[in-house]
């Protein structure tokens, strides 16, 4: 396997991977066991039609996405290492070429953690903001506090004493009317 990295603008990486074509033989051997079983042809059992007559009927390429399947998820993570690029996000893969007896080629385009280069930061002068608090703003303060939270807590009551009534009329009305 060969992986050639070309890199792109906006932090982006294409991965192109090219895979032996032994490799290719052996992914549409395994696509073939997969789905043998669910192609039927006259004249034979379920399963038992051999490769060379199912391509013959339906054409060579009919295994050649189980085989992209295949060679795609055996590979992609080899040739993430061996591009040694720090990838961050999930591949766009496109296959370049599948053919039986040549070398798969797919593409995998993929985010890459950016190169970070810092600028002078030593030496960088910062004006201190004055955050003094005098004691009046600091009386205003809880001055406020304490009234939010006493109106608050009058207008709770208020709530609470119109309920209360509102119980206690339909308790005498409801038992002056039992009696």
Do not use: W
């Not at 060969?2 to 991977?17: I, P, R, W």
């Not at 004249?43 to 390429?61: D, L, N, Q, S, T």
């Not at 280069?117 to 955050?131: E, F, S």
């Amino acid at each position: 396997m060969s992986v050639q990295v070309e890199k792109l603008e906006k932090n982006m990486a294409k991965l192109t991977v090219e895979v032996p074509a032994e490799e290719v033989e052996k992914a549409l051997q395994a696509a073939y066991m997969k789905e043998k079983n669910k192609i039927s042809i006259p004249g034979f059992r379920k399963g038992k039609v051999p490769r060379a007559m199912i391509e013959k009927m339906y054409g060579a390429a009919v295994f050649y996405e189980e085989a992209a399947n295949i060679l795609i998820q055996d590979n992609y993570a080899a040739a993430m290492e061996e591009s040694k690029e720090d990838i961050v996000s999930r591949p766009t893969i496109d296959v370049v070429q599948i053919e039986s007896g040549k070398p798969f080629i797919f593409t995998a385009e993929v985010a890459v953690r950016p190169e970070v280069t810092l600028g002078k930061y030593k030496g960088v002068q910062v004006t201190k903001i004055d955050t003094t608090v005098t004691d009046e703003e600091v009386e205003a303060a809880l001055e406020k506090a304490l009234f939010t939270e006493v109106a608050a807590t009058i207008e709770a009551l208020e709530h609470f004493s119109a309920i209360f009534i509102c119980l206690l009329l339909f308790l005498y009305v409801d038992c002056g009317r039992t009696t």
